[in-house]
């Protein structure tokens, strides 16, 4: 499986607090089948400034370590991006990451306020070259008043992913129902671990997978836990 949202590298946002727990965490990745994993620290304005140099230096030293420590897991680069002005001139400045250097980024909305404008600002950085990943909306406060917002914003172009704990019922009834509607109205992408920690947000994904192919098919859970994040990572042009 490969996770495209994990806040792996270690003392950067609210993820892994130490080089340790990094470890720790990689460690139980690599046990649940987890082989790729794209760093994805916040990216919101004055509250978490990271920038793409230091997020690339910082990926190569957890690299590094994790070689040492023979922990098989291939790190990628990423951010997990506040909706904010100019992203798509921050782009092409260089001053945050895509996902691997492609034309996917993970693109995160406010949690409690649904923005006016937010799908044609979707639709302004798409125009750009640049494709939003809608992260974990199943867990937004006002998916239930908005629900159209998040299908507007994939038939914009958008991708949509979904915390791998939500499907699962780890964050409540209320957010696997939305996970669950989700998928089965057919508008899911991608399932990520959004994992913060080893112990109550930790990167486990086979769980999600075994439940989707348990409510689906085979062929879905693949489909969300490989398929798309290789043609993502790989830069494929999934409008066709």
Not at 18 to 36: F, N, P, Q, Y
Not at 72 to 91: C, K, M, Q, S, T
């Amino acid at each position: 499986m490969i996770d495209l949202h994990a806040h792996l590298l270690p003392g950067i946002d609210d993820g892994a607090d130490t080089i340790e727990t990094a470890l720790k965490m990689a460690r139980i990745a690599v046990d649940d089948g987890i082989t790729h994993m794209a760093c994805t620290p916040h990216v919101t304005p004055g509250v978490y400034d990271n920038t793409k140099p230091d997020i690339l230096k910082r990926i190569a030293a957890l690299q590094q370590r994790l070689d040492e420590e023979a922990i098989n897991l291939w790190l990628l680069a990423g951010a997990d991006i506040h909706v904010a002005p100019h992203l798509d001139e921050r782009f092409r400045r260089g001053e945050i990451p895509t996902l691997n250097e492609t034309r996917y980024f993970l693109f995160e909305p406010p949690h409690h306020v649904r923005l006016p404008g937010l799908v044609q600002f979707a639709g302004v950085l798409i125009r750009a070259g640049y494709y939003p990943i809608v992260t974990h909306p199943e867990r937004l406060s006002w998916i239930e008043q908005h629900y159209q917002t998040v299908l507007d914003l994939k038939k914009a172009g958008c991708l949509i992913q979904l915390t791998a704990g939500a499907v699962t019922g780890r964050f409540g009834s209320r957010v696997k129902y939305w996970s669950e509607r989700m998928l089965d109205e057919g508008i899911v992408d991608v399932i990520a671990t959004d994992a913060h920690d080893p112990r109550r947000r930790p990167p486990i994904m086979s769980e999600a997978r075994d439940a989707i192919a348990a409510r689906h098919d085979d062929e879905l859970a693949l489909k969300v836990t490989e398929g798309m994040p290789l043609k993502i990572l790989a830069d494929k042009d999934l409008a066709a």
